[in-house]
């Protein structure tokens, strides 16, 4: 006869297995590893108020023609540097050079003019004195009763006719002087517009637009090449109606360049006074130091202190992150045991921990090599 026998596990023992918690991560067994650390404490940091913004340049100028015409030569591109005074692009002059003709033919004609209305000036002042000579006789001959009423009264006549050739010859001449001044501005005026022909450059700088090609008509304020001033830019960051109050002007700012990757030191040079009235946010602008790789367009960030909070903090380098988690290692009974965190904002080598430690916490840094979590270790100072 065959004996089966069954194996009775006890109830309670099996639901005892069933339901058993989950452990911590064993501790490793091995030597611990020598780890220093930092007490995540609380400090006061100043508090920011960061507004993004643009750098332009605090100089540029958009240029066009003073005057209609076709464009006949563009000697520069966009990005050239030019110097002040250099010819940027020059129109037609063919027309500006007629009108600078005629205007000296019509000078030339009233030179040639001037000495015969003198001739005529001189001549009537002979006839003039003849006359006054000639009447002065009459007059005596007229007193001696030896020449009649009629022959008295036409020397007196032919004084008077010959004061008033006199006369006119001299506002002649008069006229003269004053249509010789008249086609000398002319001549001046067609010479300024002669020289809008050659449009040049009004500073030293760099061209960063250009809007305009060989035969193109160009109209007077048609922009046609845009030019900034190097090494003057500022950056300019639109800020809220409500954070204005706490910004004036010279106060240092904090900038971020992402185009420089650094942190410079600037300073509030502007606060415009409209505010915008679809964002209502005011523009205050930021002068910035020289810097190479600065240009117009560079996205900006400007960090305002407004006073200061408290804040938990570590140090940055201590902070590891792997996608969107962020964690640090502390040391917790000789044990290192991975903490995940929120970090906030950073200022120089320390981050902020908005969540996931307290103060007081060792936190371990430097992180040695291969150190995880679990692993024994050992705080030295």
Partial sequence: MTKIFLLLIPPAIWLAGCGEAPREKPVASSLPIAVSTV???????????EATGTVRARTSAVISAKLMGYVHDVKVQAGDRVREGQSLVTLDPRELDAGSRRAEAAREEVRTAVP????????????????????????????????????????SAKLKVAQAAYEMARARRVQLNSKLAQVEQEVRSAEVARSYADVLAPFAG????????????ALPGTPLLIIEREGAYRLEAPVE??????????QPVS????????????????????????????????????????????????????????????????VAERGQ????????????RTRLITAGQKVKDRVEVLSGLTAGEKVIFPVPQGLSDGARVEVRP
């Fill in 255 to 318: 900038v971020t360049l992402d185009s420089a990757d650094r942190t410079i030191e600037a300073r509030v040079s502007e606060i415009v006074p409209a505010v915008d009235a679809a964002s209502r946010t005011y523009t205050v602008k930021i002068d910035l130091p020289a810097l190479p790789s600065l240009r117009s367009g560079v996205f900006g960030r400007a960090a305002f202190p407004l006073g200061g909070r408290p804040v938990l903090s570590i140090p940055a380098a201590s």
């Fill in 241 to 250: 109606e409500s954070r204005l109050a706490a910004i004036r002007v010279g």
């Fill in 39 to 49: 007490a995540a404490a609380i400090e006061r940091w100043p508090s920011i108020y």
């Fill in 206 to 217: 760099v061209v960063t637009a250009k809007s305009v090609d060989p035969g193109s008509l």
């Fill in 325 to 336: 988690l962020q964690s640090v290692l502390v040391a917790d009974q000789g044990v290192a």
């Fill in 116 to 155: 015969e209305a003198d001739s005529a000036v001189a001549a009537a002042k002979a006839n003039l004195d003849l006359a006054q000579v000639t009447f002065g006789r009459m007059q005596d001959l007229f007193q001696k009763k030896s020449i009649s009423n009629q022959e008295s009264d036409e020397a």
